[in-house]
């Protein structure tokens, strides 16, 4: 049995991965590169 998704009413993530994306990047790759560069992580670091 499929479950059926209502992409009126589902959130974005669920539709997106119905679509078969993967990796999501809010704001795309480059924001998520600015973010990492702000958060200064550095060598041994736990996130």
């Known amino acids: 049995m499929t479950a059926t998704l209502n992409v009126a009413t ?5 539709v997106l ?9 809010p704001g795309g790759r480059k924001a998520t590169e ?3 560069a702000r958060a200064n992580f550095q060598p041994g670091q736990t996130v």
């Open 10 to 14: 589902a959130p974005s993530h669920q």
């Open 17 to 25: 991965a119905a679509a078969g994306k993967k990796i999501l990047h």
């Open 34 to 36: 600015q973010l990492f």
